[in-house]
């Protein structure tokens, strides 16, 4: 065998979970079809967020920004995490009591938040458009910058002994075995899928399809906006079928610059920017923030984010073969939940209790029994 794992993909999941086996004295060796974090990773906002729209969501995404937390004294300067909170945003009152339900849940959960009132929020976010009803402060919630984060996760893992190969195409997956376009064939004892939206291509019938999202970022205004502001009607646009889908999110950079977001498309699977899209979207961030019609924009581009029906990643054996296992499917959350699915995916490997259960990521939820019997050729 040429490894213990070999990982197919380095974005930050895979970068996480190459960090985490080769921490577990695993022989891993990593294949990236282009560049590690340049895809998916790199479009991202790097919102570190615990969302809370269904309990196998909140857990994996708590459990990810703990780890996170843990580690930010050890991050390099230039990925740049900021503990920046997060407001989520109430126009009405009607929105404000969603706010209060939410800091009820997360009181109960013993997850830090805060209710602001009007006066307060304007206190903290001057810039915002008048007549908000107030705002829920999840104070301890940051952002990071996700392709320096993964160069980082990579050094650990390099650090350890483990081989990570750029421009290495993977074409053809077999039981305890892949196969590069360049004709390569590389035999390891267990295999990690973690290939993003490329992942349905090397496994045909993975239920996953990629969503675009598109983001627009300003010239440097420092303090301009001080928190990750959201919408509260974000997780409606987030969690919605509907072909497309806008919503309200700015996120201040260390740099000075805003992000601005955000948008979701299921029909588009072009990587040219969508404008009348871009425009919607645009006029509900002025919406929320008037003045950043007078910013200067300095980008726009796309990313696709890889999707699952049910909106959970796929973090376990593929049960059509026993040496196949799959670490793909987060969509927006990739780099909020990078390291707690590494931490999982690595204790199913070992065979030992994970801290969170694994069930509801498990990808046999999606394949039906009389697939599961039969074996990979």
């Not at 039981?175 to 045909?204: C, D, F, K, M, Y």
């Not at 871009?278 to 200067?296: D, H, K, N, V, W």
Request: proline letters at 7%; charged letters at 20%; glycine letters at 6%.
């Amino acid at each position: 065998m040429d490894c213990d794992i070999l990982i197919i993909g380095a974005g930050i999941i895979g970068a996480a979970l190459a960090a985490e086996l080769s921490l577990r004295r695993y022989r891993v060796v990593v294949l990236e079809a282009g560049l590690p974090g340049a895809a998916t990773s790199a479009a991202g906002m790097g919102h570190l967020v615990v969302l809370d729209d269904n309990p196998a969501e909140l857990a994996l995404a708590r459990d990810g920004v703990t780890r996170w937390q843990s580690c930010q004294d050890r991050l390099p300067t230039n990925v740049e995490y900021r503990t920046c909170g997060t407001l989520w945003l109430a126009r009405t009152r009607e929105e404000m009591l969603e706010a209060e339900r939410k800091h009820t849940f997360y009181r109960a959960i013993n997850l830090p938040s805060q209710l602001l009132t009007a006066a307060a929020l304007y206190a903290t976010e001057p810039h915002l458009a008048p007549g908000l009803a107030g705002a829920l402060l999840r104070p301890d919630e940051a952002v990071i910058y996700p392709p320096t984060a993964v160069t980082w996760l990579l050094a650990q893992a390099q650090s350890r002994g483990t081989a990570v190969l750029s421009r290495q195409r993977v074409i053809d997956i077999a039981p305890n075995r892949v196969r590069t376009a360049e004709g390569r064939i590389w035999h390891a004892e267990q295999i990690v899928v973690a290939a993003g939206n490329v992942s349905p291509h090397l496994l045909p019938g993975l239920p996953m399809q990629p969503r675009k999202g598109q983001l627009v970022i300003t010239e440097r205004y420092p303090d301009y906006v001080r928190h990750q502001l959201v919408a509260l009607d974000y997780l409606q646009s987030a969690h919605s079928n509907t072909a497309n889908s806008v919503a309200f999110n700015v996120q201040p950079r260390a740099t000075g610059q805003l992000l601005i977001g955000s948008s979701r498309s299921f029909d588009d699977t072009g990587t040219q920017v969508d404008w009348p899209l871009i425009s919607r979207m645009l006029t509900t961030a002025f919406s929320y923030l008037p003045g950043l019609a007078e910013l200067q924009a300095i980008r726009t581009w796309t990313g696709f984010r890889p999707a699952t029906p049910d909106k959970l990643p796929l973090l376990g054996r593929w049960p059509v073969a026993e040496s196949i296992w799959l670490a793909t499917g987060h969509e927006g959350l990739g780099i909020t939940t990078a390291l707690s699915s590494a931490a999982l995916l690595a204790d199913l490997i070992d065979g030992q209790p994970s801290q969170i259960d694994p069930a509801p990521y498990c990808p046999s939820r999606f394949v039906p029994a009389s697939t599961q019997r039969k074996e990979m050729a």
